[in-house]
């Protein structure tokens, strides 16, 4: 199973639990307080999900490892394409 058949199993079930839940189909009395948060759980959720995208691409970037190597070795080439310019009459 692909990654996105599983969550859309999962989005299905915590959607079809959550509509039964609205709709009063499982015959549970449940309290003013808890009819309330129900309504709008779906932006909670999708709002929540988006603060955790935000944070983990935040950590994601602040951690990212430099690779000093390959950024030295670019950096030879570029001065190697100037030069090889620079002798074709490219001037910069």
């Known amino acids: 199973m692909t990654k996105l058949a599983q969550w859309l199993w999962g989005l299905a ?3 079809s639990t959550w509509a039964a ?6 015959g549970l009395e449940l309290p003013l307080s808890c009819q309330e948060v129900l309504w709008p759980l ?6 929540s999900a988006g603060c955790y995208a935000l944070g ?3 950590y994601r970037v602040a ?3 430099d ?8 950096q030879s080439q570029i001065q190697e394409a100037r030069a090889n310019l620079a002798r074709s009459g490219l001037r910069f």
């Open 21 to 26: 839940l609205i709709t009063g189909a499982l």
């Open 42 to 47: 779906p932006a909670y959720l999708l709002v």
């Open 56 to 58: 983990t691409v935040g």
């Open 67 to 74: 690779c000093e190597d390959a950024a030295r070795e670019l």
């Open 63 to 65: 951690t990212f490892h």
């Open 13 to 15: 079930i915590l959607g």
